[in-house]
């Protein structure tokens, strides 16, 4: 999975790997952070928030270095192509939402099943950055 990532990275600009990896990590420690801060039901709707809100802050960031240079996307416009890649990011944000939950609560992975959870976040930020790539 990681060669397939970097793979993939190899084809794109080095700005536009560079903010999709800022996105990943930014969302990534929102939602961890907030996983050990937060317990209970209220997790899931907080978890998506801190996903959208601690993504969107480096594509800002990038946005006002003016590193971002819009160009035709695949469907012949960019707010078609950027509207479907944050369904998908949302999707995969779900994905990580759980997974964290997973871990962090008591009746989620148990003690012994912690390289199998550990291996399920991995997956899930990989397929997020995809995602965001």
Known sequence: MTVLAMTVSGFYNPATVLLCMTMTVS??????LLGCCIKGDMFWCYG??????MGTWPLVYFNYLGMIKEKGGWFGSVFAQNLLGYVFVTLAAVYIVYDVDSITSRDGISVDDYILGALFLFTDIINLFMCIL
């Open 27 to 32: 969302m990534v420690a929102g939602i961890i």
């Open 48 to 53: 998506i928030l801190a996903a959208t809100v």
